[in-house]
């Protein structure tokens, strides 16, 4: 039979504890939520001594979440281990994780206790956690620089104690994979316990290691490993949940174990857990990243196009993806174009496609990204059309009114090469909406902002090496309309213009879409699962 790995999320404990991460007690039970619909065996929801509002978020998880075995984190004290208890009250399954250094820079420095007083601390706080409830795990907080011979000497001392999982944590990402499954080999044959108390493995990423020293733990023996979703954590974070996950599924033939994830869900958990935090995944992370499934370079466009399989080992539909995309830029070639232009409904001659696919290069080298309104423009231009549908924005005001409980009002106008200048007032709950829902009247379409992803661009230094302050916001934003999802971008020195900008940017994708397809009566779906941007 196959092995099965146990996962333990911790986004909730250790991932929250990294700065920025923060998140308050709805947020807390919203992510629970999606951990449980992603299937992880045990939800690490908090710290209940840290603070109050900790307690009562974990108090609510135990409660309202079903599914995952329900844990909170205590130091090796009866109060954290009563707060964790109480806390935990009302979930049917429930696990308190008991924690304590064993290294000698713990014991020395920030513990000051000797080694018979941690050993004697460790049995005497896994026994009280035991009269709590039967599932305790105990970890020895900076294992991997912990002498071999006491390490073993603290994980046997919490088995006899009562503890069912013995984590060792790298907690500060020091290890190598080497080291991390020779430290498991030994570990799983001197540990005095019994058959059913298992290994656990809790990696940090501060060298870039923690998902590579997991899998050498499973490898070494480890049946738990514990992980976040987007690999947040302290400091570098700790080893990502999807991609643990889908290197088992991946590489099974490698590895030999599995695990319960329903991964379909990977996605929704990472989504909700940017928008609780406000912070996206980088682009090139690994299954969640933007760019995780995207391809601009010709060569693979073209392999995408034949068979996916030539650069893609995952479906991203597996992990929540709708699918592929084809990202048209500077580095795209003929065959990628030619297929977004079929899939727009645009039938090209030799001779027509071949001006469009030289302005194409010409606006791809200018503006990097070729979105759907360009290239409808390009496209139509090559056919012989003269009219672009593209609106550029020419000003956004706010007003807000004094009443506390009136909405704020905005006044948008905008460009158009055909109909000229239209303006359009709205007012929302918030000045943004309300500047989206008037560039909605104007362009004829609606439209709901999914992310918003905004980077502050440095003014470059002049030729004294002095610091300009010309600094732009670039905003790239997703948007749902007419049941699909458009990209925007827009630069600007302002945010709420960049960002109005980016609105109507993936508007006009929208209505560049719609228009192309309504003319030439077809909906082309994706060429062999790959979409195109």
């Avoid at 939520?33 to 065996?41: G, H, Q, T, W």
């Avoid at 609106?391 to 055909?418: D, G, K, Q, Y």
Wanted: hydrophobic share 45%; net charge negative.
């Amino acid at each position: 039979m196959t092995r099965q790995i146990t996962i333990f999320d911790t986004t909730l404990r250790d991932g929250e504890q990294a700065p920025g991460f923060s998140m308050n007690e709805a947020g807390k039970l919203s992510m629970a939520r999606a951990l449980a619909a992603l299937n992880v065996d045990v939800i690490e929801a908090g710290f209940a001594a840290a603070s109050p509002g900790d307690a009562r978020a974990i108090a609510r998880i135990a409660a309202e979440i079903e599914g995952p075995r329900i844990c909170s984190l205590a130091r090796a004290s009866k109060a954290d281990i009563d707060a964790a208890a109480e806390a935990l009250k009302a979930a049917p399954k429930k696990r308190i994780h008991v924690f304590l250094g064993t290294s000698p820079i713990h014991r020395e420095f920030k513990l000051k206790m000797t080694p018979a007083e941690i050993l004697s601390a460790i049995a005497d706080m896994v026994a009280h956690a035991r009269t709590y409830c039967d599932d305790v795990e105990f970890s020895a907080e900076d294992a991997i620089r912990t002498e071999p011979g006491f390490l073993v000497e603290a994980l046997s001392t919490a088995a006899a104690a009562g503890a069912s999982t013995l984590n060792v944590p790298d907690t500060v990402g020091y290890a190598t994979p080497d080291e991390i499954y020779e430290l498991f080999r030994m570990l799983g044959k001197k540990v005095s316990r019994d058959d059913d108390v298992i290994f656990s493995a809790h990696c940090h990423n501060d060298l870039g290691l923690a998902v590579a020293n997991s899998l050498a733990a499973i490898r070494g023996g480890a049946r738990q490993v514990e992980c976040t979703v987007n690999g947040i954590g302290e400091r570098a974070g700790n080893a990502a949940l999807e991609d643990i996950v889908m290197a088992i599924r991946t590489r099974r033939d490698a590895t030999g174990v599995a695990t319960g994830i329903e991964t379909r869900e990977i996605m929704n958990a990472s989504r909700t857990l940017s928008r609780i935090t406000s912070t996206l995944p980088p682009r090139n992370k690994a299954i969640v990243g933007a760019n995780a499934f995207a391809h601009e370079a010709g060569i693979h466009q073209h392999g995408m196009l034949m068979n996916r399989e030539t650069y893609e080992i995952m479906k991203p539909e597996d992990v929540g993806w709708p699918s592929s995309s084809l990202v048209l830029g500077k580095h795209s070639g003929k065959h990628a174009l030619a297929a977004r232009a079929a899939e727009l409904g645009f039938k090209l001659d030799d001779e027509a496609f071949a001006r469009a696919f030289a302005e194409f290069k010409r606006v791809a080298d200018e503006i990097g990204t070729v979105d759907t309104a360009r290239l409808a423009a390009i496209l139509s231009r090559s056919e012989g059309a003269s009219d672009d549908e593209l609106w550029e924005l020419s000003r956004v005001e706010i007003r807000a009114p004094l009443a506390s409980n009136a909405e704020p009002v905005a006044r948008v106008e905008l460009n158009h090469p055909r109909r000229g200048r239209v303006t359009d007032v709205a007012a929302a709950p918030g000045a943004m909406d309300a500047a989206f829902l008037a560039v909605s009247h104007i362009i004829g379409i609606e439209g709901s902002v999914d992310s918003i992803d905004m980077r502050y661009i440095a003014a470059e230094a002049d030729e004294a090496g002095k610091a300009g302050q010309a600094a732009d916001v670039l905003i790239d934003m997703t948007v749902s309309s007419c049941g699909e999802s458009f990209t925007g971008r827009a630069r600007n020195r302002d945010i709420l213009p960049a960002c109005v900008g980016a609105y109507i940017d993936a508007l006009c994708n929208a209505s560049a879409v719609a228009r192309h397809r309504a003319d030439n009566g077809s909906d082309h779906p994706a060429a062999n699962g790959v979409a195109a941007e």
